[in-house]
C-alpha cells in the first residue's frame, strides 16, 4: 500500500445516482485483487475531512488502468464527481484483504445490492479469467440502480435482476431464486456485498448446503491501514466473538464467521 | 540553506532525534509498510490496558468540518499480549518508544507502569489520565488536580523513566492540572487529548456516534490546543508535547511557538499517511528561511508584547 496520484483518464455519470471513474495505475505498481479497496481523498480542503473507501471495480492489466463505480450518497462523493479528466486523484491503497477464488470453485454464485456490485464486479471478472462460471443476482432499488449488468454478461456471467419496484428483491423471492440456481448449477462458492438481509440469507443457505462463502463488508472508515480501529466487526471464532477491523483483516470476510446485526 | 540544522530535543532525559511523533491511537505497526520509524523522533503505540479491551459500539469514527469525532474505547489486547507481542517488535527500531497506558484506577496505573517501564525498549511512559476513571463515576483522572497528583506521585515511585502526563482538554484551567503534574514528578506533559463532542444525523434525529459523544480532533481543534499549550508553557517548567489538529510543518511551528517542545501528530496522518515526513520537511525548510541552527531555539518564542 502506498498514496500516489493516479490521472484520471473518465469520470462520467451512469446512472441518476452511480459514477464510473476510471484511472490511469501505470505508476501503480503493486498488484491489485478484486475485493481489495483504495482510500481516496475527495478534495484537498478540510472539508470533507476524511477519504472515503472504494472498492476496485475494474482491473486492467494491458491497459494499466483501475476503474470506480460509486454510488454519490454525500459531499465526498459529490466532490469525487468534480474531478476532471487530466487531473490527479490523491489515492492510498490498495489495501485490505481480497476475494478468495479456487479454481475447483466452479462455478459460483454473486449476490449483490446496489453498489455492491461494483465489488463483485471485479471479482468476476477474475473468475473469467481463470475459466470459472458465474452466475449473479443483482438486486436494486429500481431499473436505472441496476449497474454493471452488460460488464458481468461481457464476462460470461448468467445475470439475474431483482428490484424494488417491481416487488422482486424481497428476501423471500430472492432466496426462491438462489434454489432455483442451485437446482441448474452446482454452485461451489458464493460471494454477496451490499445488503444485510440478503446476506444473513446467503450466510444461511451456504451453511445449509456447506459451501464456502466470502462476504465484502463496507463501512466508513478513520485510517484505513489499521491504526485506528474506527471500522470494525465481530467475527464468531471457536473461542468466541472477536471484534476485528475492517479495512486491515477485511474487507472480506468468511461469511459464516461475521456477525451480522 | 543552513548547513548543520539541529533538530534534537528533550523530554525530561530522552533525547529524540526530531520533534515529531505520532500521536497515540494514530499509530501502529500496520504503518510500518508506508513509512520509516526511524526517522521519527519517537514512537507511540495505542494506549495499552491492563485486560483485553472490546471498544465502543459503531459508528465509531464521524467527519465534522476539518475535523472528525471518535470513539474508539481503546479496544486493546491486553498487558500480556503488549508485552509478548508488541514491545518485542519495536526492539529492531532505534527510535525511542513511548508507551501510552491507559488504566481502571491510580493502583492500576502503577502496576502497569512497574512492569512496562521495566522493559528495555520502553524508553518512557506517557500516562492517558484523560480517560474516565470508573471509580470517579466517569470523570477523567485529569480533571481533578488532586487526582492528578496522586496518580502521578503514585507511579513516580515505580519508576525511574520519564513519565509523560497526557492531559485532558476537557477542564476549565488545564494549567492547573499541569502543575499538579509537575509537582507530583512528571517529566513532560501532553497537551493534550481530544476535545468532547458530539454530532447528530440531522435526518435520522440519532448520534452520528455509536457512543452518542466521542474526542474531536483535527485541524478544527488546533487554536484550542495552541491556547492550552502556551498557558501551560507560563505555569509550569515541564518540556510540553502539543498534540491536535497538526496538519503541516506550519502548525507544528506554531505550537512550538506557543511553548512544545515536540509535537505529536495524529489524524493528518489519516488524510495522508506520510504526512509526519512531510511536516518533518517543513520544518526544516522553516529553519533555513529563518536562519535556525537549532530547533529549541523557537521553543516559547511566541511574541505577544506581554
Known amino acids: 500500500m502506498k498514496a500516489v496520484k493516479l490521472r484520471v483518464l473518465s469520470n462520467t455519470q451512469v446512472s441518476e445516482r452511480y459514477w464510473h471513474m476510471v484511472v490511469d495505475a501505470s505508476n501503480l505498481r503493486e498488484t491489485v485483487k478484486p475485493g481489495q479497496f483504495f482510500h481516496i481523498r475527495c478534495t484537498d480542503e478540510y472539508y470533507p475531512f476524511l477519504r472515503r473507501p472504494f472498492s476496485i471495480y475494474r482491473i486492467n492489466k494491458q491497459s494499466q488502468t483501475l476503474e470506480f463505480l460509486y454510488l454519490v450518497k454525500g459531499l465526498g462523493t459529490r466532490r469525487l464527481t468534480q474531478v476532471a479528466p487530466g487531473e490527479q486523484v490523491d489515492v492510498f491503497g490498495p489495501l485490505g484483504k481480497g476475494f478468495t477464488v479456487h479454481e475447483s470453485w466452479n462455478p459460483i454464485l454473486l449476490l449483490a ?36 449488468t452488460e460488464t458481468l454478461q461481457g464476462f460470461g456471467a448468467d445475470v439475474y435482476k431483482v428490484t424494488d419496484e417491481e416487488g422482486t428483491s424481497d428476501v423471500d423471492h430472492v432466496r426462491s431464486l438462489i434454489e432455483q440456481i442451485m437446482l441448474e448449477n452446482e454452485i461451489k462458492a458464493a460471494y454477496v456485498c451490499g445488503s444485510k438481509r440478503l ?3 446467503l450466510q444461511e443457505i451456504a451453511r445449509e448446503r456447506q459451501i464456502p462463502a466470502e462476504i465484502a463488508l463496507e463501512e466508513h472508515m478513520g485510517c484505513a491501514m489499521g491504526v485506528c480501529f474506527a471500522c470494525v466487526c465481530d467475527l464468531q471464532e471457536e473461542d468466541g466473538v472477536k471484534t476485528v477491523r475492517v479495512c486491515r483483516e477485511g474487507p472480506v470476510f468468511p461469511l459464516e464467521k461475521v456477525v451480522i446485526s | 540553506m543552513i548547513a548543520q540544522k539541529n533538530m534534537e530535543v528533550m523530554i525530561g532525559s530522552l533525547r529524540l532525534k526530531n520533534p515529531i511523533m505520532p500521536a497515540s491511537g494514530a499509530f501502529g505497526e500496520d504503518m510500518e509498510e508506508i513509512i520509516d ?118 507511579v513516580r515511585t515505580v519508576t525511574d523513566k520519564p513519565i509523560i502526563a497526557k492531559l485532558t482538554p476537557n477542564v476549565t484551567r488545564i494549567q492547573d492540572i499541569a502543575v499538579a503534574a509537575e509537582e507530583a514528578g512528571a517529566d513532560g506533559l501532553t497537551v493534550a487529548n481530544t476535545i468532547l463532542a458530539m454530532a447528530i444525523d440531522v435526518h435520522t434525529r440519532k448520534p452520528k456516534i455509536g457512543n452518542v459523544m466521542g474526542g474531536i480532533s483535527g485541524p ?87
Open chain 1, 113 to 148: 445490492r446496489g453498489v455492491g456490485i461494483a465489488t463483485l464486479a471485479a471479482l468476476a471478472q477474475e473468475a473469467a479469467e481463470k475459466g470459472i462460471r458465474c452466475v449473479a443476482i443483482l438486486s436494486a432499488r429500481s431499473q436505472n440502480d441496476l449497474l454493471a
Open chain 1, 199 to 201: 446476506s444473513l440469507l
Open chain 2, 37 to 154: 520509524f526511524n526517522r521519527l523522533g519517537a514512537v507511540v503505540p495505542k494506549s495499552i490496558t491492563k485486560y483485553p479491551r472490546r471498544g465502543n459500539a459503531t459508528p465509531r469514527v464521524c467527519e465534522t468540518a476539518a475535523g472528525m469525532i471518535n470513539s474508539i474505547g481503546i479496544q486493546s489486547k491486553g498487558i500480556d499480549y503488549y508485552l509478548s507481542k508488541t514491545l518485542p517488535y519495536y526492539t529492531k527500531y532505534e527510535t525511542p518508544l513511548i508507551s501510552s497506558i491507559s488504566a481502571d484506577s491510580i493502583d492500576e496505573f502503577a502496576e502497569m507502569s512497574e512492569i512496562i517501564a521495566g522493559h528495555e525498549v520502553v524508553k518512557a511512559l506517557e500516562l492517558n489520565i484523560s480517560c474516565p476513571n470508573l471509580k470517579g463515576n466517569g470523570l477523567a483522572y485529569g480533571m481533578d488536580p488532586q487526582i492528578t497528583y496522586d496518580l502521578i506521585r503514585q
Open chain 2, 220 to 306: 478544527a481543534i488546533k487554536p484550542i490546543i495552541v491556547r492550552m499549550i502556551y498557558q501551560v508553557y507560563q505555569a509550569t517548567k515541564l518540556p510540553i508535547i502539543g498534540c491536535g489538529g497538526v496538519m503541516n510543518g506550519e502548525d507544528a511551528i506554531e505550537m512550538m511557538l506557543a511553548g512544545a517542545t515536540a509535537v505529536q501528530v495524529g489524524t493528518a496522518s489519516f488524510i495522508q499517511p506520510t504526512a509526519m515526513f512531510d511536516i518533518l520537511e517543513e520544518i526544516e525548510q522553516y529553519m533555513d528561511h529563518y536562519q535556525i541552527e537549532a530547533i529549541t531555539e523557537i521553543i516559547g518564542q511566541v511574541i505577544t508584547g506581554k
